[in-house]
Nanobody, 123 residues
Framework: QVRLMESGGGSVQAGGSLKLSCAASQDVYRPVCFGWFRQAPGKEREGVASILGSGSTYYSLSVKTRFTISRDSAGKFLYLQMNSLEPEDSGIYYC?????????????????WGQGTQVTVSS
């Protein structure tokens, strides 16, 4: 069974940057979809970015020009570089693995989830 563990969260001021990492317990080489989600207090969890087995990347509109998703060649690590952070980016960030994608290319119905890492952006 794949286990995912996120790291790299923290507290930053608006305009700052953070880089999140996700380590997989076993090889998830080129899953159909390897992605990041986030959940803000009182809101539903939402897809943020994904990278497909083909290497194609997709982003939600709110982060498209500011975040960059990447993975290592071995397929064991997933990254999310977050720049120009805004208070609205605050929340718990999760990495996930899925076999399907939604119409926007983000992971759909992931079957593996990490435990999440907190990101707090202050104004």
């Amino acid at each position: 069974q794949v286990r995912l563990m996120e790291s790299g969260g923290g507290s930053v001021q608006a305009g700052g940057s953070l880089k999140l990492s996700c380590a997989a317990s076993q090889d998830v080489y080129r899953p159909v979809c390897f992605g990041w989600f986030r959940q803000a207090p009182g809101k539903e969890r939402e897809g943020v970015a994904s990278i497909l087995g083909s290497g194609s990347t997709y982003y939600s509109l709110s982060v498209k020009t500011r975040f960059t998703i990447s993975r290592d060649s071995a397929g064991k690590f997933l990254y999310l570089q977050m720049n120009s952070l805004e208070p609205e980016d605050s929340g718990i960030y999760y990495c996930a693995v899925a076999n399907t994608i939604d119409r926007s290319g983000l992971c759909l119905d992931p079957h593996y989830w990490g435990q999440g890492t907190q990101v707090t952006v202050s104004s």
